[in-house]
């Protein structure tokens, strides 16, 4: 299928029917590539810290590496949120869990908090009450770089974070506590390292790196594809859009649209699944038209 195929005439249950059709060839897809970055990426981070503790690698290029790498480990564990290794009760679910709950490590953020806050983006997207990422939501670029630098921060007295707001309201407050409990670890590493003379080392392998990650994370996976303007239904809930840095480099959030209309096709596939189709979803009022 492509831009030149003939919608005349055809009704929304027969464009549905058609765009399922095209998702069928995409869907249940082992992911390895994921596999690999997922795993692949946490060994690289890691490995910055032997290599540049050590002497063996200079700090500034350890610093480079870890930031790419937080930057990028969303991503896997976003795979696994949405079962794409393996559904519940399938042979590989135990790899679909190692991958989700370790991708994401460097983020500081746990699996299943992602998991839990990011189902309720997609049954609630751009939602103001609902969506735990509706905080993301700004007319412009220096608005959300703004936003974003808020939302890691603590609250003020009475004002709760979005993503703790969400899970009380869907009965997860126990994730509040392993959520905390993975703060509390990080900030005892960073600490611990800066007292024993490695402050400088630290800030560079870890805290500037996610600082920088956690925005470039928040800005391709939730602005750029859900601002300005998005509504809540089934086709413009989300955005195509030309990123300046190509797709790899915006982390494939360019074809967004499938994704949130076909949570389980995987990252590496959604392309082809775009291209494919594009005409029908166009004819459905998606907003495609950026690419």
Known sequence: MDGTMDLTGKTALELRAMEREIAKQHLDKFPYLSLAWGLGNL????SMW???LNGILPLWVGFIVATINIAACYLPSHE???SIFAM????KRWLNELVGHLSPIPLVMPFSVLRATHMEHHKHANDPELDPDYDHHYDTVLGFLW???QWRQPQPFGREHPYARCLKRIGREDLLLLSAGYRLVYLGILCGTA???LAIEVAL???LPWQIGITYTQFYLSWAPHNPGCGTDRYNDTQSFKSRLGNIWSS???YHVIHHLYPRIPLVRTPEAYRQMKPILKAQGARVDAI
């Open 43 to 46: 060994v690289c981070w890691l």
């Open 50 to 52: 032997v290599l540049c």
């Open 80 to 82: 696994a949120q949405h």
């Open 88 to 91: 519940p009760g399938k042979s």
């Open 147 to 149: 936003g974003s630098l």
């Open 195 to 197: 007292l024993n003379g």
């Open 205 to 207: 392998l870890w805290w």
């Open 252 to 254: 494939g959030m360019q």
